[in-house]
C-alpha cells in the first residue's frame, strides 16, 4: 500500500514520476517510459504546458482534427475541433458540406453581457439597504477605476450593479450582481479581480459611513466570484432550405421516405427533446459534442461553456433541448441559440501553441465571430445527430468511424486494416464481428 506523500508539488518532474509509478504502478519502468515518451520533444514547448496546472507529469494527447467547408454568414471556415469521439468530426464535416450547398450558417451575436456576484449579510431594514444604494454604487465604481482603465478604453467595462434581496430565502443574504461587457477576452481575472474590490470596498462602505448603527456596520461578505451562468451572452444560429432540398440526400441513402416527411420526423424529434429531459440531455449532448471541441481547440473553458448552456436549457424550469425546428410552407427552419462565453484573447488562447494555431485557422477571430462559429458548429453537430437518429439511425456512421479504433485495439496490420475496411465497407460493424475477421485472415495467412 502507497502512504501520502507530502511537498509532492516541490518534487521534480522526474521525482514525481518515480514516486507515483513505483507507489502505483506493477512495472514502474514501464511507465516511466510511457510517461517520458508523452513529453513534447521541444523543452520550450513543455514548458509552457507544465505551466498550465501542478503537477504535470506528461503530456495526454487528443486528436486536432479539422472540419472544412463551414460557410457561416458567406465566410468559409475551416473548424479545429479537439475531441475523441470517432464520429464527431466526420458529422460536422457532413453537415457543413450539406449545408455548403443551401447557402451555409447564419448568424448573430444576440448581446455579450458578463455577470459577477458579490453575495453578502447585512443585519439591517431592506428598505434601508435600498435607500443606500445609490451611494454604495458610486463607491463601488469610483473604487475600480484602476482595474477597468484598460477594459474601458477597448469598449468595454462595468455595465451595470444591481442590487437583489433574498432575505426571504437566506437570512440577512443580499446579492450585488454586477454585469461586464469584456471584449475579445473571457474577461474571468477581470471580473474576479473587480468583484472582489467590490466586496473590500463594501466592507469600507459600512464600516466608514457616518451615521449607521453598530448593527449597520456589521457587513459580511460570504463570496465574490463571477456567474457562469450567462444568459444574456447569447448567440443565434439557423439554417433553412426548402424541404425538397432533402431530395438528393434521400436519393443518395436509398433512403424508403420523401423529403417532406424527412423534414417532419427530423421537426418531431427536436420537439420531442424540448417535451422530455431524458432526451433533451441526450440531444443537448450531441450539440456539445460539436461546441466542446471547437471551444477546447481554441483554448477556451468547456465546462463553463457547458454548465451555462445546462442551465439555459432549463432557464423555464425544465432541463430542454436547445434547438429548435420548423417546418412550414414546405421550409425547413432549424435553429440554435445558446450562451457562449469566449475569448479570443488572453487565457491559454496564446498560451497554448495549438490554440493559437486554431485561432489563425479561423482568421483571428474576434469572440463575437468565434461565438458565432461555435454556435454554428454546434447547430451542425445536432443537425447530423437527429438526421442520423430519424433515418438510418447512428450506429452505421458510428461503427464505421469506430473501425480504426477496434482493429489498433486487435493490434490489426496495417494490410489487416486495408483488407477489413474493404471488407466492413458493406457490412455491419462490431467488435466481435472484426475479432472474427481478423482470425479469419490470420489463419489464411
Ligand atoms: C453521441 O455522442 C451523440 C448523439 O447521441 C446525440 C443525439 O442523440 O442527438 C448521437
Keep these: 500500500m502507497s502512504v501520502p506523500v507530502s511537498g509532492f508539488s516541490k518534487l521534480s518532474k522526474a521525482q514525481k514520476i518515480e514516486w507515483l509509478t513505483h507507489s502505483f504502478c506493477a512495472d514502474p519502468a514501464a511507465a516511466t517510459a510511457l ?47 479537439v475531441i475523441e469521439e470517432s464520429s464527431v468530426v466526420a458529422a460536422a464535416s457532413a453537415a457543413a458540406k450539406f449545408w455548403l450547398d443551401r447557402g451555409g450558417f447564419h448568424t448573430e451575436v444576440v448581446d455579450t453581457v458578463k455577470l459577477g456576484q458579490v453575495h453578502f449579510r447585512w443585519p439591517g431594514a431592506p428598505e434601508r439597504l435600498r435607500a ?63 468583484l472582489e474590490r467590490f466586496a473590500d470596498t463594501l466592507e469600507h462602505f459600512f464600516t466608514e459611513l457616518p451615521g449607521l448603527s ?74 456539445f459534442n460539436g461546441i466542446d471541441a471547437v471551444v477546447l481547440a481554441t483554448g477556451n473553458d468547456f465546462r463553463a461553456i457547458e454548465a451555462c448552456g445546462h442551465t439555459y436549457a432549463a432557464r423555464d ?32 488562447t496564446a498560451l497554448h501553441p495549438l490554440a493559437r494555431l486554431s485561432l489563425e485557422l479561423l482568421g483571428r477571430p474576434s469572440a463575437r465571430e468565434l461565438m458565432q462559429i461555435v454556435a454554428a458548429v454546434g447547430l451542425a453537430q445536432n443537425f447530423a445527430a437527429v438526421r442520423s437518429l430519424v433515418t438510418t439511425g447512428i450506429q452505421q456512421g458510428h461503427m464505421k468511424m469506430h473501425l480504426t479504433n477496434i482493429l489498433n485495439h486487435l493490434g490489426a496490420t496495417d494490410a489487416e486494416s486495408i483488407a477489413a475496411q474493404a471488407h466492413f465497407s458493406g457490412q455491419t460493424v462490431s467488435f466481435s464481428a472484426v475479432r472474427a475477421f481478423l482470425e479469419g485472415e490470420r489463419q489464411k495467412g
Excluded at 424508403?256 to 429531459?277: G, H, K, Q
Excluded at 412550414?328 to 440554435?336: A, G, P, T
Aim: hydrophobic residues 40%; proline residues 6%; aromatic residues 10%.
Design 132 to 194: 443606500l444604494f445609490p451611494q454604495l454604487k458610486t463607491a463601488l465604481l469610483d473604487s475600480t477605476h484602476d482595474l477597468t482603465a484598460n477594459m474601458n478604453q477597448r469598449g468595454g467595462g462595468i455595465r451595470d450593479i444591481e442590487l437583489l434581496d433574498f432575505t426571504a430565502q437566506e437570512p440577512r443574504y443580499y446579492q450585488l450582481r454586477a454585469s461586464f461587457e469584456t471584449c475579445d477576452s473571457m474577461g474571468a481575472n477581470f471580473i474576479n479581480s473587480v
Design 214 to 287: 453598530d448593527t449597520e456596520r456589521d457587513v459580511d461578505v460570504v463570496m465574490s466570484i463571477l456567474s457562469n451562468y450567462t444568459p444574456d451572452c447569447l448567440v443565434r444560429a439557423w439554417v433553412e432550405c426548402p424541404t425538397a432540398s432533402f431530395e438528393s440526400e434521400i436519393r443518395s441513402r436509398g433512403l424508403d421516405m420523401n423529403a417532406d416527411e424527412l423534414a417532419e420526423r427530423f421537426a418531431a424529434a427536436v420537439r420531442i427533446a424540448t417535451i422530455d429531459p431524458y432526451r433533451a440531455t441526450t440531444h443537448n449532448k450531441g450539440i
Design 35 to 81: 510517461l517520458d515518451s508523452w513529453q513534447h520533444p521541444d523543452p520550450a514547448v513543455q514548458k509552457i504546458v507544465d505551466g498550465f496546472t501542478e503537477n504535470v507529469v506528461a503530456n495526454f494527447p487528443l486528436p486536432f482534427s479539422i472540419a472544412p467547408n463551414f460557410l457561416i454568414n458567406n465566410k468559409l471556415y475551416a473548424v479545429p475541433m
Design 317 to 348: 424550469g425544465q432541463y430542454r433541448g436547445l434547438s429548435r425546428c420548423a417546418v412550414r410552407d414546405s421550409i425547413f427552419h432549424f435553429e440554435l441559440e445558446i450562451p457562449l462565453a469566449m475569448g479570443t484573447v488572453g487565457g491559454l
